[in-house]
Nanobody
Framework: QVQLVESAGGLVQAGGSLRLSCAAS????????MGWYRQAPGKQREMVAV?????????NYADSVKGRFTISGDNARNTVYLQMNSLKPDDTAVYYC??????????WGQGTQVTVSS
């Protein structure tokens, strides 16, 4: 069974930085996409940043985080990172790691709380 283990989030002041990590383990034949979504109270879950491996690979960011967040990966460790800079109170949410593998299989992490105080 494929599992995702996320690092702890935390409480940070506006303008601060935080780095999340997510490691995948288990039987994975092919990685297709890996990244982060988030869900704020009363809102739908939204994509934050995702790396895909199709072709030469691609990285997609939500418009709200472009220029502030950076997603990166360590393929040897099956790990993806999310560096979050210039954090804003609107970034407060539960952040979920996401993995799509073997074409059609999707796995979600347990979620980690990120709180940005003003």
């Amino acid at each position: 069974q494929v599992q995702l283990v996320e690092s702890a989030g935390g409480l940070v002041q506006a303008g601060g930085s935080l780095r999340l990590s997510c490691a995948a383990s288990g039987r994975i034949v092919s990685f297709n996409a890996m990244g982060w979504y988030r869900q704020a109270p009363g809102k739908q879950r939204e994509m934050v940043a995702v790396r895909t491996t199709a072709g030469i690979g691609n990285t997609n960011y939500a418009d709200s985080v472009k220029g502030r967040f950076t997603i990166s990966g360590d393929n040897a460790r099956n790990t993806v990172y999310l560096q979050m800079n210039s954090l804003k109170p609107d970034d407060t949410a539960v952040y979920y790691c996401y993995l799509r593998h073997d074409i059609i299989k999707t796995v979600w992490g347990q979620g980690t709380q990120v709180t940005v105080s003003s």
